[in-house]
Nanobody
Framework: QVQLVESGGGLVQSGDSLRLSCAVSGRTCRNYAMGWFRQAPGKEREFVAAINWSRGSTSYADSVKDRFTISRDNAKNTVYLQVNSLKPEDTAVFFC????????????????WGQGTQVTVSS
């Protein structure tokens, strides 16, 4: 089992930045991909970014690739999502997820999920 706990969300203004954290516990994630997804009210959960824990390779949704950065800290067993230049349309619950082996963009294919952290961006 893998446990994921997100933090770092909040209410910010357009143009602000946040750093979301995902603390990982349980099984080692060396063989996992870690991902961030988001779900806005009335919309489906969508892929935001992913990182391969061992190789450090990353991938991003086109809508965020110039503004968001995913990273991981092996010593702290934590995955981060740096979100810059926030826009009102970024308002959503952001979820951390883990998937054995490689990352895919389909939420249903991920194995473990955190409870989410709310990001609200005012204009």
């Amino acid at each position: 089992q893998v446990q994921l706990v997100e933090s770092g969300g909040g209410l910010v203004q357009s143009g602000d930045s946040l750093r979301l954290s995902c603390a990982v516990s349980g099984r080692t994630c060396r063989n996992y991909a870690m991902g961030w997804f988001r779900q806005a009210p009335g919309k489906e959960r969508e892929f935001v970014a992913a990182i391969n824990w061992s190789r450090g390779s990353t991938s991003y949704a086109d809508s965020v690739k110039d503004r968001f950065t995913i990273s991981r800290d092996n010593a702290k067993n934590t995955v981060y999502l740096q979100v810059n230049s926030l826009k009102p349309e970024d308002t959503a619950v952001f979820f951390c997820a883990a998937r054995y082996s490689y990352a895919v963009r389909t939420p249903a294919s991920w194995d473990y999920w955190g409870q989410g952290t709310q990001v609200t961006v005012s204009s």
